[in-house]
């Protein structure tokens, strides 16, 4: 069974830092996608960025970026120029690439309350 | 709004009671989940749809838990007699069967039970 831990309950920055969120997971699966989701108060879950295990270049939107390092099972979120509304949970996710019929569920971790101060 | 739906948005029942949650996907999608968050927590797995199929289903969902997805559309949820530790965000996704495994999830419903 796949884990994924968030050893940051918390953290919290000033406008237009940056910040990194930690995450590492455990498998045996060779071909899977990582996720961080963004849960922000009282609102839906939404995709920040997503990166495949067999793409060794890290993946990267606007302001968003992570650290992916397969052997030591890490995949750390960035935000770069933090803003107010990067206010949220923040969730690492892992899923198993599987066929047709093979699982795709998310496996969340805990989650990392961000909080951007003004 | 072509997102996921979901309704009611919350609900407040007795234990014991019997609930039923509503889940509308994104139109052309395939793949329909079910999650339940618990606050503070991050979501956990419920079960999953690809059509009308019932493909997975945790160890969480007991037998007092039910999902169905009749015609590949809408899904509900159904939770029978139920407990105070029910009481949760359960939450619906959905996602294409050719993708590349973003899950589109919707706002949730919102479980307390008395």
């Known amino acids: 069974a796949q884990t994924v831990t968030q050893s940051q309950p918390e953290m919290s920055v000033q406008e237009a830092e940056t910040v990194t969120l930690s995450c590492t997971y455990d498998t045996s699966e060779n071909n899977y996608y990582l996720f961080w989701y963004k849960q922000p108060p009282s609102r839906q879950m939404i995709l920040v960025i997503r990166?495949?295990?067999?793409?060794?270049q890290n993946a990267t939107e606007n302001r968003f970026s992570v650290n992916f390092q397969k052997a030591a099972k890490s995949f750390s979120l960035k935000i770069s120029d933090s803003q107010l509304g990067d206010t949220a949970m923040y969730f690492c996710?892992?899923?198993?690439?599987?066929?047709?019929?093979?699982?795709?569920?998310?496996?969340f971790g805990q989650g990392t309350r961000l909080t951007i101060n003004p | 709004d072509t997102g996921v739906s979901q309704n009611p948005r919350h609900k407040i029942t007795k234990r014991g009671q019997n609930v039923t949650f509503r889940c509308d996907p994104i139109?052309?999608?395939?793949?329909l989940y079910w999650y339940r968050q618990t606050l503070g927590q991050g979501p956990e797995f419920l079960t999953y749809f690809q059509n009308e199929a019932q493909l997975e289903k945790s160890r969480l969902l007991s037998d007092r838990f039910s999902a169905e997805r009749p015609k590949g559309s809408f899904s509900t949820l159904e939770i029978q007699r139920t407990e105070q530790g029910d009481s949760a965000m359960y939450l619906c996704?959905?996602?294409?069967?050719?993708?590349?495994?973003?899950?589109?999830f919707g706002p949730g419903t919102r479980l307390t039970v008395l």
């Open positions: 996710a892992f899923m198993k690439r599987g066929g047709i019929q093979g699982a795709q569920k998310l496996v």
């Open positions: 139109s052309e999608h395939n793949r």
């Open positions: 996704a959905s996602s294409p069967l050719a993708g590349a495994g973003e899950q589109f």
């Open positions: 990166q495949e295990a067999y793409k060794q």
